[in-house]
């Protein structure tokens, strides 16, 4: 087992300790589909290299007895050269979306105390944590978590985390093609109408610049005041995930009239991050904007907007 390897397996294992779920039946054509996604995401790594390191490569966990228990049938590792020698990634697949979310919550609830959180404006469902041994940022697609680490997470774990991603959004068409069209994965390409120009103009009061995509996500950034910015993000997993997040995310506040149901979370970083549910759709909204006293109602009205799409 390499360094880099040991070092990330013992950075998430620690949290994990006593953490048991009941292991779903496994048929050889969720085998197959789990090896071809595998095998997918090992020949992708060299193609994501994320910014800051000069190569990836992939290689194939095998698995030990934490990793069994909580529900993981396969991993892998992802090696970075060239760059920070804190940076990794690792990806852990599950039988099913909610083993997956399980974990994920658990390792979320178990960072250490000193931990200071983060927030990702660009990535509003990504857990990021700057911890004492590092940045950690995690994220789930499907019944795949991503793991990734850097000294810090700002212009680090952030920065791998987002390669690590879009990783796993090349291997979903042809590795998973039982992920179904109403993920937002499939969605990705079209996501991006629901969040016009003029809508995000109106959020800010002033003009943005040109649209940036990243996967699933889209993000207007406003001309006049550096940081300010709305963001869009098309979430899988619908009604489980939205329950899952509101559950996980404190101080969150039920709103009503938005899509089927939704709830806000109000920062006192000048940010407002609104979730809604609209049929088998769940979005995310992010709005950054430092000016406006009233952020929280101006993020209803766009939600209200983009639900209408929805």
Known sequence: MNTTHHRLHAFVAIFLVGFTIAPARVDAADVGRTNALVQT??????????????????????????????????????????????GSIRYALFQSEKEANAFLSVLSSRLPRESSLKFLQYLPSA???DTPSGGLCSLLIGDVVIVATASQ?????????????????????????????????????DGCALLTKSDAEAALGG??????????????????????????????????????DRGRIQRAVGLSGIGDDAFAFVSQAGFVQL??????????VTLQNSRDANRLESAKALARKIAARL
Not at 160 to 182: F, I, W
């Open 41 to 86: 995401l090992i020949d992708e790594a060299p193609r994501h290299v994320p910014k800051g390191y000069s190569r990836a490569k992939a290689s194939r966990i095998v698995l030990n007895d934490d990793d069994r228990r909580s529900g993981m049938v396969a991993g892998v590792q992802v090696t970075l050269e060239g760059g920070d020698p804190k």
């Open 127 to 129: 857990n990021c944590a």
């Open 153 to 189: 997470v700002d212009r680090g774990a952030s920065l791998v985390l987002m390669a690590a991603k879009e990783a796993v959004e090349a291997s979903r068409p042809t590795a998973s093609p039982s992920s179904g069209s109403s993920s937002a994965v499939s969605r990705s390409s």
């Open 207 to 244: 003009p943005v610049a040109d649209l940036r995509r990243s996967g699933n996500s889209c993000y207007y950034g406003s001309k006049t005041v550096a940081g300010d910015g709305v963001t869009l993000q098309l979430i899988e997993g619908g009604r489980s995930k939205f329950d899952f």
């Open 275 to 284: 979730y809604f549910l609209k049929g088998a759709g769940y979005a995310t």
